[in-house]
C-alpha cells in the first residue's frame, strides 16, 4: 500500500547540515538512491562520508537559475525531489521600521530557490513521484521579538506554492513540511551554550512534547509524506506543538 523507496531515486536539494543529512540518511536506509546537493563540493564531500560512499552528489547553487537548470540536466529521471535549501539562518532579519528593500528580497530568495528547482525538476520527475519542500512553523507562529516578517513571508509563499501545486502537477504527489525547533541544524551554531540550554530547558518546561525537534523526527515526517500515497496538498507542521501554545 505504502510506496517503496527501496531503489527509487530521490534527490535532495540543499545538503550539508543536521536536517538535510537526517533526510539523505533516512534515505538511504530505506533502500533509495539517493543524490546530495550543494554548493560547496567540499560540503558534499564531507556529507558523503558522514552518509554513504555510493552517494551520487552534485554541486547546485539554487539562487541560481542556470546552475539549478544545469543541475536536473545532469541528473536524468527521478521518483522524488526533497528541496530543503536556503533556512532560515541564511535570510536576514529586520524589524519592518528599519527593513530595507534589500533585506526584504533577499528574504524572498527561499522562495525563488524552490521556484527554480520545482520547475526545473520538471522535465525529469516520474508521474508517480512527490515533491515535499520545506517551510517552517513562523507560518503559523510569530514571533514576540519580531523580525521575522520577511522570513515568514518567504515560508508562506512556499506553502503556498505547494499546496497550489498539488493540483497542477497531479498525479505528482506535492506536499510542504513545516518544521519547528529542530535540534543539531546549522542553526544552532550560532548559538552559545548558554543559549541552547536555556532553550532546551524552555522546550522541556513549554512545549506538550517536552523536547525539542530532532532531525530524525523531521526525517520520519519526510518519509511519511513521500510515501504514503494518500498524501498530497498536506503542509504538515512537525513542531512538538508549539503552535498549540
Ligand atoms: N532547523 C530548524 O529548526 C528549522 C526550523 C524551521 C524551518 N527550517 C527549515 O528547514 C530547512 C533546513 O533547515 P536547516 O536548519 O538545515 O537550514 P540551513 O542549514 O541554513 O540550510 C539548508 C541547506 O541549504 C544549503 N544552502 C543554502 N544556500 C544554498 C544555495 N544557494 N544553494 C544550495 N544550497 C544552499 C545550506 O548550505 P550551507 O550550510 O552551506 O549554508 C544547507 O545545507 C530550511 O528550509 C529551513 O528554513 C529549519
Same mark, same amino acid.
Given at each position: 500500500?505504502?510506496?517503496?523507496?527501496?531503489?527509487?531515486?530521490?534527490?535532495?536539494?540543499?545538503?550539508?547540515?543536521?536536517?538535510?543529512?537526517?533526510?539523505?540518511?533516512?534515505?538511504?536506509?530505506?533502500?533509495?538512491?539517493?543524490?546530495?546537493?550543494?554548493?560547496?563540493?567540499?560540503?558534499?564531500?564531507?556529507?558523503?562520508?558522514?552518509?554513504?560512499?555510493?552517494?551520487?552528489?552534485?554541486?547546485?547553487?539554487?539562487?541560481?537559475?542556470?546552475?539549478?537548470?544545469?543541475?536536473?540536466?545532469?541528473?536524468?529521471?527521478?521518483?522524488?525531489?526533497?528541496?530543503?535549501?536556503?533556512?532560515?539562518?541564511?535570510?536576514?532579519?529586520?524589524?519592518?521600521?528599519?527593513?530595507?528593500?534589500?533585506?526584504?528580497?533577499?528574504?524572498?530568495?527561499?522562495?525563488?530557490?524552490?521556484?527554480?528547482?520545482?520547475?526545473?525538476?520538471?522535465?525529469?520527475?516520474?508521474?508517480?513521484?512527490?515533491?515535499?519542500?520545506?517551510?517552517?512553523?513562523?507560518?503559523?507562529?510569530?514571533?514576540?521579538?519580531?523580525?521575522?516578517?520577511?522570513?515568514?513571508?518567504?515560508?508562506?509563499?512556499?506553502?503556498?506554492?505547494? %499546496? &497550489?501545486?498539488?493540483?497542477?502537477? !497531479?498525479?505528482?504527489?506535492?506536499? *510542504?513540511?513545516?518544521? #519547528?525547533?529542530? =535540534?543539531?541544524?546549522?542553526?544552532?551554531?550560532?548559538?552559545?551554550?548558554?543559549? %541552547? &540550554?536555556?532553550?532546551?530547558?524552555? !522546550?522541556?518546561?513549554?512545549?506538550? *512534547?517536552?523536547?525539542? #525537534?530532532?532531525? =530524525?523526527?523531521?526525517?520520519?515526517?519526510?518519509?511519511?509524506?513521500?510515501?504514503?500515497?494518500?498524501?498530497?496538498?498536506?503542509?504538515?507542521?512537525?513542531?512538538?506543538? *508549539?503552535?498549540?501554545?
Amino acid at each position: 500500500m505504502f510506496q517503496s523507496l527501496s531503489g527509487k531515486k530521490v534527490v535532495i536539494i540543499g545538503t550539508s547540515s543536521g536536517l538535510d543529512l537526517a533526510i539523505a540518511k533516512k534515505m538511504v536506509e530505506v533502500g533509495a538512491k539517493v543524490v546530495l546537493s550543494h554548493s560547496s563540493q567540499e560540503k558534499l564531500n564531507q556529507a558523503i562520508e558522514l552518509i554513504s560512499l555510493e552517494i551520487e552528489a552534485k554541486t547546485v547553487d539554487v539562487s541560481k537559475e542556470d546552475s539549478v537548470n544545469a543541475f536536473f540536466e545532469q541528473i536524468g529521471n527521478f521518483d522524488h525531489l526533497v528541496v530543503t535549501a536556503m533556512g532560515d539562518r541564511n535570510m536576514p532579519r529586520s524589524l519592518l521600521a528599519e527593513m530595507t528593500t534589500e533585506t526584504a528580497q533577499a528574504g524572498m530568495e527561499k522562495f525563488w530557490g524552490t521556484f527554480f528547482a520545482v520547475r526545473a525538476s520538471l522535465k525529469n520527475i516520474a508521474t508517480d513521484g512527490s515533491i515535499t519542500l520545506t517551510s517552517s512553523v513562523t507560518i503559523f507562529k510569530s514571533s514576540k521579538m519580531g523580525g521575522i516578517s520577511a522570513i515568514a513571508a518567504a515560508n508562506g509563499a512556499v506553502a503556498v506554492f505547494g %499546496r &497550489s501545486l498539488a493540483l497542477e502537477l !497531479a498525479p505528482i504527489r506535492v506536499n *510542504v513540511i513545516a518544521p #519547528g525547533l529542530i =535540534e543539531d541544524t546549522s542553526i544552532w551554531s550560532h548559538q552559545s551554550e548558554s543559549e %541552547r &540550554s536555556d532553550l532546551t530547558k524552555w !522546550a522541556m518546561a513549554a512545549l506538550p *512534547v517536552e523536547h525539542l #525537534g530532532q532531525p =530524525e523526527e523531521l526525517a520520519q515526517a519526510v518519509l511519511s509524506l513521500i510515501t504514503n500515497p494518500y498524501l498530497t496538498g498536506v503542509i504538515l507542521p512537525v513542531d512538538g506543538g *508549539v503552535t498549540l501554545l
